[in-house]
């Protein structure tokens, strides 16, 4: 993630909606994707420019709208479903959702890959953000997963209270569970959608990832049955990737994301251990893994967990290199 400066000279980051050096009201405009003031020159170069009316109402966005037939931002016009915003928690909540996805929004854009909502596209991309009875026992779903299907990406809304992700990573074993996590991670499922399509494309997958034939609902069930005895293939980039072929895709996806992102921050700090530049996968895997070692060797330095707890397998760097392939065909 890129660090943007303000006309005067303030250093602003991705969340901000003010610049705390001069006062000046500003937002992330992803049609230029940088970081606009909303008075003085900026708003001379770019009178279309609006807040969002989850800004304006709720004080949940930072970005710019661009269209001049809606009320809401490129990321916020995503939204199919919201949570009740009648509940303080769950207005907080859902703050914490809209952080995390405009993040992926973001790292798609900044990867040329499509962001069309349902409005435009049937198959477009889509958020749910849902409840269940397991903690609120007023709604009518009795169990809401975090999934996939057609491009609506759903999110149980739990997964933004700390405490119950916390209790969650633990149970199911999943040493990187965040909601930043779920939605690069539910995004693999849908660029799958948009990438996989031709039968050479297919082919290559099967021969990395496995028959994704496999009945999935099945391999699942099988999965969380077997979740707690069965190990840890080191070949897999994590355990939950052991699951089907499409959840494996999806986790390499996810770590694909991760290493783009943390790798750009780092740059943006000057850290030798960087890079700004991924068109050459072999360069970018070996930065990324002088960075993780940094990042790991800081985290025990301050008492913490590695902040990557993962060691990457021959195939898994493999199968980091295809969905590189796909985002940069040669």
Same mark, same amino acid.
């Given at each position: ?7 005067? /000279?303030?250093?602003?980051?991705? %969340? ?9 009201? !500003? ?5 230029? $994707?940088t970081m606009?003031? &909303?008075? /003085? ?12 009316? *989850?800004?304006?109402?709720?004080? !949940? ?25 009648? +509940? ?26 499509? !962001?069309?909502? =349902? ?21 009518? +779903? %009795?169990?809401? *997963?975090?999934?996939?299907?057609? /491009? $609506?990406?759903?999110?149980?809304? &739990?997964?933004?209270?700390?405490? =119950? ?9 999943? @040493?990187?569970?965040?909601? @930043? ?11 799958? @959608?948009?990438?996989?399509?031709s039968q ?16 999935y609902g099945?391999?699942? =069930?099988?999965?969380?049955? *077997? ?18 072929? #499409? +959840? ?10 991760? $290493? ?5 921050? &780092? ?15 072999? *360069?970018?895997?070996?930065? #990324? ?13 301050? /008492?913490?967990?590695? &902040? ?8 898994? @760097?493999? =199968? ?11």
């Amino acid at each position: 993630m890129k660090n943007f400066e303000c006309k005067c /000279g303030q250093v602003l980051f991705f %969340e901000n909606s003010e610049c705390l050096s001069c006062g000046f009201s !500003v937002g992330f405009d992803p049609v230029t $994707m940088t970081m606009c003031r &909303a008075d /003085g020159e900026d708003a001379e170069s770019k009178p279309t420019l609006r807040r969002c009316k *989850n800004s304006i109402d709720y004080d !949940v966005c930072n970005w710019w709208v661009n269209d001049s037939e809606s009320d809401y931002c490129l990321s916020c016009k995503l939204n199919h479903t919201i949570p009740n915003l009648l +509940e303080e928690k769950r207005r907080a909540w859902w703050k914490s959702l809209e952080y995390a996805k405009r993040r992926l929004i973001y790292s798609l854009l900044s990867l040329n890959l499509p !962001v069309v909502g =349902k409005q435009e596209d049937p198959m477009g991309l889509a958020f749910k953000f849902m409840e269940d009875q397991r903690t609120n026992p007023e709604v009518f +779903e %009795e169990h809401v *997963n975090t999934g996939h299907v057609d /491009g $609506m990406i759903t999110i149980n809304i &739990a997964e933004a209270d700390r405490v =119950k992700s916390e209790i969650a990573r633990q149970y199911t074993r999943e @040493l990187y569970r965040t909601l @930043l996590g779920h939605f690069r991670h539910e995004s693999g499922h849908y660029y799958f @959608l948009k990438l996989i399509t031709s039968q050479e494309r297919k082919r290559q997958f099967v021969d990395l990832f496995g028959d994704y034939t496999q009945d999935y609902g099945k391999a699942l =069930k099988d999965y969380y049955k *077997n979740n707690f005895i069965s190990a840890h293939d080191p070949n897999m980039i994590s355990h939950y990737a052991q699951s089907h072929p #499409w +959840e494996d895709w999806a986790e390499v996806w996810a770590h694909y994301l991760h $290493m783009i992102d943390t790798l750009e921050t &780092a740059n943006q700090y000057r850290v030798r251990q960087s890079s700004a530049q991924f068109d050459d996968i072999d *360069n970018t895997l070996d930065k #990324w893994g002088e960075l993780t070692l940094l990042l790991n060797s800081l985290n025990r330095s301050m /008492g913490l967990e590695d &902040a990557y707890p993962f060691v990457l397998s021959e195939l898994s @760097l493999r =199968k980091l290199r295809f969905v590189h392939g796909l985002l940069y065909p040669s």
